[in-house]
């Protein structure tokens, strides 16, 4: 059973950075892609960022190019978010989610099965 836990969120204020993890519990050998959605409070959610497992190949989203990277290290079997030069716009929950196979475009959150109870990110 895989279960997805994110850490690392908090309050910064704008310029500032933040690192997000997300921890995959149980066997990773089903999953082919892993990514961030964000809910900004009253708003649906949105796709930040996305990465192939096998492939290493990433997407973001256009207003976090720049300023967020995303990455895996298998042998941790976790997934960061890093988050620099944060907005106010920014914040919101924040969310990590995997997909069992190829999918495509990223972005779309019911491509995505599994999903972590999400992180508190504000910036202000």
């Known amino acids: 059973h895989v279960q997805l836990v994110e850490s690392g969120g908090g309050s910064v204020q704008p310029g500032g950075s933040l690192s997000l993890s997300c921890v995959v519990s149980g066997s990773t050998t089903s999953l082919n892609c892993m990514g961030w959605f964000r809910q900004p409070t009253g708003k649906e959610h949105e796709g930040v960022a996305s990465i192939d497992l096998f492939h290493g190949a990433t997407n973001y989203a256009d207003f976090v190019k720049g300023r967020f990277t995303i990455v895996e290290d298998n042998a941790k079997s976790t997934m960061f978010l890093q988050m620099n030069n944060l907005r106010s716009d920014d914040t919101g929950v924040y969310y990590c989610?995997?997909?069992?196979?190829?999918?495509?475009?990223?972005?779309?959150?019911?491509?995505?099965?599994?999903w972590g109870q999400g992180t508190q990110v504000t910036v202000s």
């Open positions: 989610a995997a997909a069992p196979g190829y999918i495509t475009p990223w972005h779309v959150r019911n491509h995505y099965r599994l």
